[in-house]
């Protein structure tokens, strides 16, 4: 069992920056890949950026990438979402996600995770 936290949201103008955090429970972070994800009002859930288990290879939407980076430190047991340049459809309810894995590899979607943290928000002001 995996426990999510996820915290670094707020209010942030056009332009602007956030970082936000994930921090999982266990003893076995580096057995997860881990995901970040977004909901905003009255549309579903989408893929925002993946880093493997050991951090090696990321994967990001076509929306986020350039702007967006995902990182990990296994020795925290977190997981970051580094977003620059943030634009007023970046706003949503952001959640990290968790999968157990034994291969490098990165995940895009929402079936593929087992875990999931209750989410922080992000509303970028135009």
């Known amino acids: 069992q995996v426990q999510l936290v996820e915290s670094g949201g707020g209010l942030v103008q056009a332009g602007g920056s956030l970082r936000l955090s994930c921090a999982a429970s266990?003893?076995?972070?580096?057995?997860?890949?881990m995901g970040w994800f977004r909901q905003a009002p009255g549309k579903e859930r989408e893929f925002v950026a993946s880093?493997?288990?050991?951090?090696?290879?990321?994967n990001y939407a076509d929306s986020v990438k350039g702007r967006f980076t995902i990182s990990r430190v296994n020795a925290k047991n977190t997981v970051y979402l580094q977003m620059n340049s943030l634009k007023p459809e970046d706003t949503a309810v952001y959640s990290c996600?968790?999968?157990?894995?034994?291969?490098?590899?990165?995940?895009?979607?929402?079936?593929?995770?087992?875990?999931w943290g209750q989410g922080t928000q992000v509303t970028v002001s135009s």
């Open positions: 996600a968790a999968k157990s894995t034994r291969y490098t590899s990165t995940y895009r979607l929402r079936n593929d995770y087992d875990y």
């Open positions: 880093i493997s288990r050991g951090g090696s290879n990321t």
């Open positions: 266990g003893r076995t972070f580096n057995n997860y890949a």
